[in-house]
Nanobody, 114 residues
Framework: QVQLVESGGGLVQAGGSLRLSCTAS????????MGWYRQAPGKQRELVAT???????NYTDSVKGRFTISRDNAKNTVYLQMNSLKPEDTAVYYC????????WGQGTQVTVSS
């Protein structure tokens, strides 16, 4: 059974930083692409960042230069380092694994206060 477990969310002041983690089990992590998505109240879920098995990355424009996605295949974990956080970054952040299947974590809340 595939499981993705996120952690690292919380409450932070504007300008602060958080690092999200997502650890996978039950699947060959290194063979799959990984991504972070977020959903704010009343809005659709949107892509934040992805990292393919090749190491190539993609970011939505609003987080470029502030967020960094990385992965550690030895730990079956993908990270999202979030710096210079803004109140508009407030959302539930979800981890996604895709390529061989499509799997989602349960989400972790990030709240940025002004």
């Amino acid at each position: 059974q595939v499981q993705l477990v996120e952690s690292g969310g919380g409450l932070v002041q504007a300008g602060g930083s958080l690092r999200l983690s997502c650890t996978a089990s039950g699947i060959i992590f290194s063979s799959n692409h990984m991504g972070w998505y977020r959903q704010a109240p009343g809005k659709q879920r949107e892509l934040v960042a992805t990292m393919r098995t090749s190491g190539s990355t993609n970011y939505t424009d609003s987080v470029k230069g502030r967020f960094t996605i990385s992965r550690d295949n030895a730990k079956n974990t993908v990270y999202l380092q979030m710096n210079s956080l803004k109140p508009e970054d407030t959302a539930v952040y979800y981890c996604r694994m895709f390529r061989f299947g499509d799997y989602w974590g349960q989400g972790t809340q990030v709240t940025v206060s002004s």
